[in-house]
């Protein structure tokens, strides 16, 4: 019995060692999620140590101390020394505990004196990165294609935690966070930073990392945030320093190119073949999630397209709703996400598909907004 | 007899007690409310502190830089355009600052909206003095107006050596529908 | 049931010498109508078995969807109902029905009280809960689905964002809560008044003391859960802000006023449990409990610390460094007197002459297990710790071990200790064996894996995973139903057993020590009429 119970313990042991790499937490590519590493490790094998001793002396009570071995019971049922001495001692080594998970925790909490400022938002169900100190900024959303959900598709290696634009950071920077959120509460999680913090709708919140090793690392949405909570992923890609300002400066240069686009856009139209392209493009990967593929939307919580007034009423009520959304609704204002063309395709789209045939064309002109008229 | 009516005396009094102290905690879960906000200002926990005050006359402290960040966030059915035209500035604590903040209501109705205010370091928020700021009222723009509002403000000169980076967020609602009187925050 | 009943009857025309009493309807007007301790307790623990079912259900919707990666069977919206569905009824219709009926049966047997001091109120309290979970469970019928934010419905997710029929999830909530509340006074009332003559508070039984702890915390917790589903109510329906920012409000303060209930009520489901494994092990060590009043003060000692620290539950949302610091502390003190209660416990069993019938093979594993999901209870109270752990399937993890295989197992461990009690027959001791030891092997198989999912990265309440956990939520999935299937033998045995087998003596447990034991089995209909004498 005893060989048994060591080989389980042995066994426990070895496993968890090997476990590192998979089923552990991760060791982290961060000084402090290292510090975290060990600390659970510590802490770990300090409930490991307890539980041996007291499921030990609880096992063998119970080989030993059996009624079917002719045992009699003793009759001691108090003493005051036993009960001090165990409060005391659990007492004590939670001390022990408490102090390295302080100091830990004062380094964690030190936001101050950061290189770069990023501010990340969490809407339904996508993440906003904006580099504070530049003016540029971009939405990172899942990019495993709804195929693969569904199983008719064969999954990728990265299923679900894969996004169409990573953030990107450079390595031995102080990189502050200020976490906030749109709608409801979502949490950026990055556990190879370990830094978890909730993104509150209406309150800033801070956290910071400073990454050792150039890579790319995942995480995903803590914080239940309604239906496609599962489907929000987390990738940072991190770059040695060059690089990362070689990237930086190619992003903000392109970010003038597309301001110019968008000039263009406005004089060009589209036709209704071009216009129905990029809207199903846009509206997939948007608009589907709650109003579905098939525009039929969920009843009771979110509308259908199919056959809806909006859809086939009024031109600019429809561009009024899609443009600065629905007060006091999920329905957000897309406005100042999706580029003029953009929005006059997914318009045209939903007004013409699944058998909504207004054969309304909608133009970037169309959509462009009073205040720049 | 009298045993019984004895025990339920005795058990009346005992439920009369157990049932106010029901309500009472039910009281309690509404006053967590207001006690909430009154340690929020003791404590500065959840950046939300904000009073009007007089300008600072003394006790500027030219020793000392503070890093001011300003962001702005948009409620996702808030249809203007709402930032900061400075977007980090250094002050001294003590100092009298005003920074502006620009708002376009791009749609094509009057909207109304309310700015809440976020600081970060939480704590940092019991420091932060606004003398006069857009987020004192609910401000309403016509269709396509344009403004620029201000905030006028100062850092208290006992700010704690430890902060020295402090951002300041604005959330921008749609109170619209809820517009009946502008009440300050 | 109905056999149950006549052998009550039988029995008690028998036994009972006040037959004045003993004029009872019958069919269903008698369990409608009844305000007999012992019919409402069977009503309440036949009630939580059936939510324990509809529970479990979901919980194998659940699974079944994470079998494989990739969504198969429900779509993601129809997920997050089930997984807070689930937990809506395992915490208020499963397991805390399930201790206010042992409570009903057997805290007036134990301290020699007739019944419960306020029996029609008991009838009451009972019935409006089938008619809460009628609301919540209709609720999932209604368009757009029932409520779909996680039990713990944070705000705005369960405000603005919510379904139309979270007025209805409101409307439950408070009917469970007006029971629990109805009940705990019920409880606090009959051990304060009723007791035998003779019989001090340090005198009563563990299970009496215990419960008597958690009805005070349920009195306190419980309002302020009720006024926090009126908060969500008004927030929804009636343009009030309190969770909202946009008018002044925090969505945090929800979060506190959530924990300062959710906390304690944790405790609510733990508490009771301690009393009942108090009670089992010295019976089958044939010792007394070692260090009796330590056991009560480390009791009322987690009760008074469940209140100081909710906020552990949120060290992600952006706490002050003092305020963490603060929670950890609190957090890991709690150790102490748990620790205390599992050392008693070996203490107790410790040179006794111990058997292992089934109750006792329950108690056991209680210990082992509950101790686990203690240990993840320390490592996720470390704060630095919890930035990892949290809202990962490593608290999924804990929470199971310290509800399911704590609280549950207490409750399994129970019915088997006082089922020969309660019906006057011995259960099939084979079954029960088979029963505890299919439950003990896939209650691990399900929920053990799930520490190392978490400490992998897996979040918790997500429909589909990344293909690294795909392995692991495999086996969780076939621990999970295998945990689910076993339980069907529960039933079997506790049919079996109402329905007859080998007759019980008065006291079928020769370690067992308490008035209940002098009393005949099955228990007549009354009891006690006149108190019994205190040794």
Not at chain 1, 59 to 75: E, L, N, P, T
Not at chain 1, 90 to 107: D, G, K, S, Y
Not at chain 3, 320 to 333: H, K, Q, V
Not at chain 3, 376 to 385: E, R, V
Request: glycine share 6%; charged share 15%.
């Amino acid at each position: 019995m005893y060989k048994i119970i060591i080989t389980f313990a042995l066994l426990v042991f070895s496993s968890i060692a090997t476990a590192q790499s998979d089923y552990n937490l991760p060791l982290g590519v961060t000084d402090i999620s290292q510090k975290v590493y060990n600390l659970h490790m510590t802490i770990f094998y300090v409930c490991i140590a307890i539980g041996l001793v007291v499921f030990g002396l609880m096992f063998f009570a119970m080989i030993k101390h059996r009624k079917s071995k002719g045992v009699k019971a003793a009759q001691f049922h108090e003493s005051t020394l036993i009960e001090i001495i165990w409060t005391v001692i659990p007492f004590f080594i939670l001390i022990a505990l408490a102090v390295p998970a302080t100091q830990t925790l004062i380094e964690m909490e030190d936001n101050s004196n950061a290189d770069i400022t990023i501010k990340i938002t969490g809407s339904q169900w996508k993440w906003h990165y904006e580099y504070f100190d530049h003016d540029f900024g971009f939405y990172s959303l899942l990019s495993t294609s709804p195929e693969q959900i569904a199983n008719t598709k064969e999954k990728g290696v990265n299923y679900l935690l894969e996004v169409d634009k990573p953030l990107v950071l450079p390595i031995n920077k102080k990189v502050r966070f200020l976490v906030t959120a749109d709608d409801v509460i979502h949490s950026w999680w990055v556990p190879a930073f370990a830094v978890k913090q909730d993104a509150n709708p209406g309150f800033i919140n801070e956290a910071w990392t400073r990454i050792n090793e150039p890579g790319v690392y995942r995480g995903q949405c803590a914080e239940l945030c309604g239906k496609d909570h599962g489907f929000m992923p987390i990738v940072v890609e991190v770059l040695p320093e060059k690089e990362y300002q070689q990237w930086l400066d190619s992003q903000l240069s392109s970010v003038l190119l597309a301001k110019e686009k968008e000039q263009q856009d406005l004089n060009s139209g589209m036709t209704m073949e071009e216009a129905m392209t990029l809207g199903e493009q846009v509206y997939l990967s948007l608009c589907a999630a709650c109003h579905m593929p098939s525009g039929e939307g969920i009843p009771g919580a979110f509308p259908a397209l199919k056959n809806s007034k909006i859809a086939l009423g009024d031109v600019k009520k429809h561009i009024d709703i899609v443009v600065n959304g629905v007060e006091k609704s999920a329905m957000q204002a897309y406005g100042q996400q999706l580029s003029l063309k953009k929005l006059a395709a997914v318009i045209t789209y939903e007004r013409n598909a699944w058998g909504n045939n207004t054969g309304d064309l909608v133009q970037a002109n169309d959509v462009q907004q009073p205040a720049n008229k | 007899m009298s045993d019984k009516t004895l025990v339920h005396k005795k058990n009346n009094q005992l439920i009369a007690k157990l049932v106010s102290v029901v309500m009472l905690m039910f009281l309690f879960g509404y006053a967590l409310v207001p006690l909430y906000d009154v340690f929020c200002d003791i404590t500065g926990i959840n950046g939300r502190r904000f009073v009007q005050s007089t300008p600072q006359i003394s006790g500027l402290n030219e020793s000392r830089l503070i890093n001011l960040q300003f962001t702005t966030s948009v409620a996702p059915d808030m249809p203007w355009k709402f930032s900061p035209m400075t977007k980090t500035i250094e002050v001294h604590p003590g100092e009298n600052k005003v920074v502006k903040f620009s708002a376009t209501n791009i749609s094509p109705n009057t909207v109304v909206g309310q700015a809440i205010p976020s600081v970060s370091p939480g704590i940092a928020s019991l420091y932060l003095n606004k003398v006069e700021c857009f987020c004192f009222n609910r401000q309403e723009l016509k269709a396509g107006e344009q403004v620029e509002m201000g905030l006028s403000f100062f850092i208290s000169s006992d700010i704690p050596e430890d902060i020295n980076t402090l951002t300041l967020s604005y959330t921008l609602f749609n109170v619209t529908a809820v517009n009946q009187n502008k009440q300050p925050i | 049931m109905s056999t149950l009943v006549k052998n009550n009857n039988k029995k008690a025309d028998i036994d009972d010498f006040d037959h004045a009493h003993d004029e009872k309807p019958r069919g269903i007007m008698r369990w409608l109508l009844t305000t007999n301790h012992k019919d409402i307790g069977t009503l309440y623990l036949g009630f939580s078995l059936l939510m324990f079912f509809v529970g479990g259900a979901m919980a194998m919707v659940i699974r079944a969807e994470l079998f494989q990666p990739g969504m198969q069977i429900v779509d993601p919206n129809f997920f997050n109902q089930m997984t807070t569905v689930h937990g809506l009824i395992m915490v208020f219709g499963a397991v805390m029905p399930a201790f206010v009926g042992l409570a009903n049966w057997m805290v007036p047997l134990m301290i020699g009280a007739p019944d419960m001091a306020l029996p029609r109120l008991n009838n009451w309290s009972f019935w409006i809960l089938p008619a809460a979970f009628s609301v919540l469970i209709a609720s999932l019928f209604m368009p757009g689905g029932g409520p779909n934010f996680g039990w713990t419905f944070y705000a705005p997710l369960s405000t603005t964002y919510a379904p139309d029929s979270t007025a209805l999830f409101v409307f439950a909530v408070h009917i469970m809560g007006i029971s629990s509340i109805l009940g705990a006074i019920n409880i606090i009332v009959t051990i304060m008044n009723l007791r035998a003559p003779g019989m001090s508070y340090m005198k009563m039984p563990m299970f009496v003391w215990t419960w008597f702890i958690t009805a005070f915390l349920l009195i306190v917790a419980i309002p302020v859960l009720a006024a926090a589903v009126t908060m969500i109510l008004t927030d929804k329906y009636f343009a009030t802000s309190f969770f909202s920012a946009a008018g002044g409000g925090d969505p945090v303060l929800f979060q506190h006023i959530f924990w300062f209930f959710g906390h304690p009520e944790v405790y609510i489901m733990i508490l009771p449990s301690f009393g009942i494994i108090s009670t089992i092990i010295p019976a089958f060590s044939r010792k007394k409990l070692f260090g009796y009043s330590s056991m009560v003060y480390a009791t009322a000692s987690i009760a008074l610390l469940s209140f100081v620290v909710w906020a552990h539950h949120m060290f992600t949302t952006g706490m002050p460094l003092a305020a963490e610091l603060f929670f950890m502390y609190s957090t890991i003190l709690i150790a102490v007197p748990t620790g205390v209660k599992v050392f008693n416990w070996v203490a107790t069993m410790w040179r006794g002459a111990i058997s292992f019938e089934v109750p006792m093979l329950f108690a056991i594993a209680f210990i082992i297990l509950f101790t686990i999901g203690g240990f993840s209870g320390l490592m996720l109270g470390i704060t630095p710790l919890d930035f990892q752990y949290h809202d990962t399937y490593f608290v999924v993890a804990h929470f199971h071990y310290v509800l399911v295989t704590g609280a549950i197992f207490s409750i399994m461990a129970g019915a088997y200790f006082w089922l020969p009690k309660w019906t006057g027959y011995m259960y099939d001791e084979r079954l029960a064996k088979l029963h505890f030891w299919l439950s003990l092997i896939s209650v691990n198989i399900l929920f053990f894996p799930m520490h190392f999912l978490g400490l992998a990265g897996m979040p918790r309440r997500i429909p589909d995973y990344a293909l690294q956990f795909a392995d692991f939520n495999q086996l969780v999935s076939l621990g999970g139903f295998a945990f689910g299937i076993s339980q069907l033998l529960f039933v079997v045995v506790v049919v079996k057993c109402v329905r007859g087998g080998a007759k019980a003596q008065e006291k079928p447990w020769d370690g067992a020590e308490g008035f209940e034991w002098e009393l005949p089995s099955p228990v007549p209909y009354h009891t006690f009429s006149t108190p019994p004498k205190v040794k």
